[in-house]
């Protein structure tokens, strides 16, 4: 099955530590931890000053799965359908074996021979965890679990085998549904809230690690809305409790037998547990996980705008006092928010009603809302703020827009440059949009120097680069640039709030000192 690249030891490179995705018995996968049912209320037997987890263990410890995943691919790589297993007196059986002999495959079990003989059929097996949150049989997982598999089986703590099919999947936050059939009530759990729960509250996983089917660890929530830049939802819970390879798609409990989170990844110098691992919470796991079971598939809202983090000096730039909301640094001429009004330099600080801390916060709220509905967007323009409202589209119609390219060329520039934070300004010539490779319609002043001692610099300010705003007005010559500064002094601004953009017309927003 398709996973992501690891190194030798086993662990994914993240800037300059090592996370390592919780990994299947010989291929890596994600892990995935889910909520159990409310727990009775019986006093646990407490040991040598420790309060025994026995009870709860053997409460949910049913509903947790082990899962096994068979991809079959041919010598190529390429993941195979199941081929029919045809005996000698089917009907049409020589018409079948030509077609699979045609396209590659052959005949399950055949050998090869000759230059025309079908490539070799490679089996690759995963074993990872998962859990039972509907006793019809309705399991949750991580997608790295499942991946492309063609065959997944899974196995409860009794030793039930039951073959699943998959609902659905979501790939960006890793989780997928499965359904087996049986044709008794399956043991379940339920999920919890955790945002209820607090740094400090203990927890409890149960997976297959290494294969070790329905082992059981504990620990405490060591942090909560963990970043670790795995993708554009991350908002990890952290733990300590034992996660190793195999715990994948398994089940973290808080004390009463509910999952309140999805074992994920582990952060790691060696690829097996430190004591810091992550799940995915359940408050960013339900929504996705009733969509998958409702729709076969994600349906998150789009707002349809790019946006960046507001700093210190972001901040002091715009008159927000505190640094806070998200900073629109692009919109898309397709999107929702371009009829709603919004525009590059406003600053999302509530959606829905709901307060926006800092850039992270918007895409997950954003995705979380229905799609359709007409949400108001409180924003701050230019020291004031604005309500607007939109109606939210798409995300997965959203990324098949394409940005329509700006077409109108440049102004023409004149020939003064100025120097000014730390930057050499100069109009746009010929010669430069040559040598920078400037694409057409790209506007602003373009950047020739750079001081390696200036703010500019360590704000990753580069050559080449283009100054299409300053405090949120254009500029379209070094006089520009120069006039806008003065009057960022004259007001006591002590930062100027730059728009950036690069060659091909990707901008953000750079705050710079005005000392």
Known sequence: MATKPVSASGTLTSRTRKVALVASVGVLSLLASPILAPAQTAASPVLQGQVSLADLAERVMPAVVNIAAVTTSDTRGRTLPQVPQLGPDTPFGDLFEEFFNRRGQGRPGQGQQGENQAPQQRRSQSAGSGFVIDSSGIVVTN???????NEITVIFNSGLRLKAEV?????????????VKHDKPLPAVKFGDSDKMRIGDPVMA???PFGLGGSVSSGIVSARNRDIQQGPYDTYIQTDAAINKGNSGGPLFNMAGEVIGINTAILSPTGGSVGIGFAVPSSLATNIVDQLKEFGETRRGWLGVRIQTVDDATAEALGLGAARGALVAGVDEKGPGK?????????ITKFDGKEVKDS???PRIVAATPVGKDVPVTIMRKGKEEVKTVKLGRLE???KVQPASARTPAEPAKPAVTTALGLEFSPQTEELRKRYSIKDGVKGVVITKVDPNSNAADKRVQVGELVVEIGQEPVNSPEDVTKRLDALKKEGKKSALLLVSNAQGEVRFVAVSTN
């Open 339 to 347: 009829p709603a009004g919004l525009d590059v330099g406003d600053v």
């Open 360 to 362: 992270r916060d918007l």
């Open 167 to 179: 609902i659905g999947k979501d790939a960006k936050v890793d989780l997928a549904v499965l359904r």
């Open 206 to 208: 149960i997976g297959n």
């Open 143 to 149: 997608n790295h679990v499942i991946g492309d598999a």
């Open 397 to 399: 119609d959203g990324e």
